[in-house]
């Protein structure tokens, strides 16, 4: 059966933004684990439990720069009734010392040294009085003082980290410490970016005549490795039907973005080939910006169809694709971005249904809208310190309402 | 004139926290410019104030799908009134229409193509009703509609972003825009790493006998990278007098962190070589655990001794190398985590002059102190949900006291 033509059926019948935000998590699954060395995991998500193989450390140390003894041979020691300890030695981290301590005799000793046998206790050197290979002690010390027993940063068998956990740079340092060298995390998603646009200069190119240089792929690259995901691949395509029919039927990237060509002209073919090719599950959403934007599957691979215009294509992006990446990923598919309370110092207004990317300016904690906000004025987000988001069923704000924005800059 | 051994002036006169932050903000000068690739300078610092160079776009173009024409010779069209355009052709983006249009002519014109010579708005497809190669205007169109000017985007001369800006994604997409290939952003600061200690087994090794594995380095590179540094060399030093007097008597980075070796006992050389080969400006500081950090300078470089527990060369790091790294590369220095308001469930007890960095487990809004949180138990950062640092001049909380936390996770 030859499908009809999905251009022609058009935006008659939108996907609500939520039924689109659904069907876009449906399809982003946490993807597979993969082998890491564990000193580059820092911001990964941990893809296994980790058990500890070893004690850290795996002898008593020293707490203390001071004297180890035995601290039971302490006891009744005062400033008025002193005791003599004979200074047998001297250990430092990273060496020990071979023999075992009798009562009566003590070790110089310093902070991380093991304790050597015979010594189950460690005498500040504040509290000891130093003469020739003697120390007087002035007062008694119960058993354990100043010593940091086996295991007592990490024990051997504990659960160190649970799967599921994004990595601290302390997580890593303590998977260090225990001795593991290599890490399951979980595989970082790749993206594919299909750049259309016959009108279009690739990055690095000088704009001229009725060329424009694609910012698209120069913006999204930044925002899928703040998600978490890996940009595979920028192809730039002219509006070829051919070209970006082969373009879109064999990747391997888990995710393609295709920007431009995703609306509804005789130039915008992306809608009709991953309908033709698989399956084109949404195209066109009541959002604005953004409103032709499309999502579907080939052969399993997510499909998303961002409009050409960079504030559609950058609202779009944020909305949907980050959300699928950081999924993937394993990551919170939270905002990014810092939130404020603000003041409107201007209505906005928005129809039930559809919701509104608003790019604003703070002053003082008043917003304004950025009156020059079209789909096209990049400049508009560089202009903006802040955005928000109507909600489907609003009408918009009035002026003087408090609302929610996200600050670009967090 | 020999100096004396700063080891054993030891930490009698400790240096107030505010002292020492103030001496390190002091010598943490922003870092001279650096020619970058505009596609890599997302999360940069701009080191110029950038105009124009190009109108973008450079060419009147259609907002929208629909037909090119003469806005005046559409003044009287009505449903009831139509009248009739000959459509002589059809425009795409990216090509553009040689001719001049006359009145009476329409052009199909597709969004982002040039509006040709002769037009001056665009009617949306839809109030226009076509037929072999006409169509009937059904509508008046004001002259301009749809149609975005020259510049409408950007405009040749115009200041698009001021030095000193944090460049964001669509910063750089709009730089790409114009044709600018290269900006000037601030260098990033470069860091060597001197981990110290002969108890010390490098990341990657097995814990074994008396030796424990370094995880200050592990630990540290994600968080210099946090920071806009560069971790430029990690060395890894057994506690010898001369092999440190090397490292540190030449270096060719921005910052050095020495890590252990910087007490005040016999195997901290630190300090002594410091006051040596340079200047000592701070050793010892009320800060718990913390407490051994150094700060100086050697031939201009600054010099930072952090101690070796791993959980002080954290606190000591996020405190004050932190700030050091984002003024000199331009970033604000305000804490990268988020904060949180949550109630004590233990009480906290501090001494006045002291700064107590406090890790905590947060469950539903309350804060419990972790309990095993001496210096050396790197894991209490990795079962803390976030930590607080208490005001010099403050005695500590009580239970049930509200305190604002950073999030670890953030």
Not at 40 to 66: C, H, K, Q, T, Y
Not at 271 to 294: C, F, K, N
């Amino acid at each position: 059966m030859q499908k009809s033509d999905v251009r022609m059926r058009g935006f008659l019948k939108r996907t609500p933004v939520n039924t689109l935000l659904s069907l876009v998590k449906n399809h982003s699954h946490l993807l597979p684990a993969e082998d890491i060395p564990t000193f580059e995991a820092s911001g990964r998500i941990l893809a296994e439990d980790i058990i500890s193989p070893a004690n850290v450390p795996d002898f008593d140390r020293s707490a203390m720069d001071g004297y180890a003894l035995n601290a039971e041979a302490t006891f009744g020691a005062t400033s008025y009734n002193p005791l003599m300890f004979k200074v047998v030695g001297q250990v430092t981290p990273g060496e020990s010392y071979k023999g075992v301590l009798k009562p009566g005799e003590a070790i110089s000793i310093m902070t991380g040294a093991p304790v050597p046998s015979g010594a189950n206790a460690v005498l500040m050197a504040e509290n000891a009085e130093f003469s020739n290979d003697h120390i007087q002690v002035l007062e008694a010390v119960p058993p354990g003082k100043h010593v940091g027993k086996v295991g007592e940063d990490i024990k051997k068998n504990q659960k160190l980290l649970q799967q599921g956990r994004c990595l601290r740079p302390q997580d890593i340092a303590v998977l260090a410490s225990v001795g593991l060298t290599n890490i399951k995390v979980v595989r970082k998603p790749e993206v594919k970016l299909l750049i259309t646009g016959n009108e279009l200069l690739k990055p690095g190119e000088q704009p001229s005549g009725v060329q424009i240089v694609d910012s698209n792929s120069v913006m999204l690259a930044p925002l899928i490795e703040r998600d978490g995901g890996v940009l595979a691949k920028v192809h730039h395509v002219p509006d070829d039907r051919d070209l970006l029919q082969k373009h879109l039927s064999k990747t391997d990237a888990d995710l393609v973005c295709m920007t431009g060509g995703t609306s509804v002209g005789i130039e915008d073919h992306g809608p009709m080939l991953v309908d033709e090719l698989g399956d084109l599950l949404a195209h066109g959403i009541p959002m604005r910006p953004a409103a032709p934007t499309g999502f579907g599957l080939i052969n399993g691979k997510k499909i998303f169809l961002l409009p050409g215009n960079p504030v559609s294509c950058l609202s779009a992006y944020d909305y949907f694709v980050r959300r699928s990446l950081c999924m993937m990923g394993g990551h919170s598919d939270e905002w990014p971005y810092r939130n404020k309370k603000v003041k409107l110092a201007t209505k906005i207004s928005s129809e039930i249904g559809r919701i509104e990317y608003v790019r604003l300016r703070i002053e003082n904690d008043l917003a304004f809208v950025i009156a020059s906000g079209g789909a096209s004025i990049l400049s508009s987000t560089t202009q903006a310190d802040a955005f928000l988001l109507t909600e489907e069923d609003s009408e918009g704000f009035a002026e003087g309402d408090e609302v929610q924005v996200w600050l670009y800059d967090s």
